[in-house]
């Protein structure tokens, strides 16, 4: 059974920071490119970060320096650290894997003083 299931999401003040986690199973993790995305409330989905199977990475520039995506495939995990958050960083965060179009539930990230 294929599954992506993100956690850490919260409630976090500007300039705080949060460590998203995607845990993967059911498929062949480490061949594919994942993705983490986001949804703002009334905005489209957008990508924030990619990381390929031999770890090259890729940030939006809302994002630049500021997150870091990160892979483990023997956990088959993906993780997103979010340094110097700010209030526009408010969204639904989604793990997706490229190949097959895999999405998780998402979490809610809310940066909130």
């Known amino acids: 059974q294929v599954r992506l299931v993100e956690s850490g999401g919260g409630l976090v003040q500007p300039g705080g920071s949060l460590r998203l986690s995607c845990a993967a199973s059911?498929?062949?993790?480490?061949?594919?490119?994942m993705n983490w995305y986001r949804q703002a409330p009334g905005k489209q989905r957008e990508l924030v970060a990619e990381?390929?199977?031999?770890?090259?990475?890729m940030y939006a520039d809302s994002v630049k320096g500021r997150f870091t995506i990160t892979r483990d495939n023997a956990k088959n995990t993906v993780d997103l650290q979010m340094n110097s958050l700010k209030p526009e960083d408010t969204a639904v965060y989604y793990c997706?894997?490229?190949?097959?179009?895999?999405w998780g539930q998402g979490t809610q990230v809310t940066v909130s003083s």
């Open positions: 997706h894997q490229n190949g097959n179009d895999y």
């Open positions: 059911g498929w062949m993790f480490r061949i594919y490119t």
């Open positions: 990381i390929t199977s031999g770890g090259i990475t």
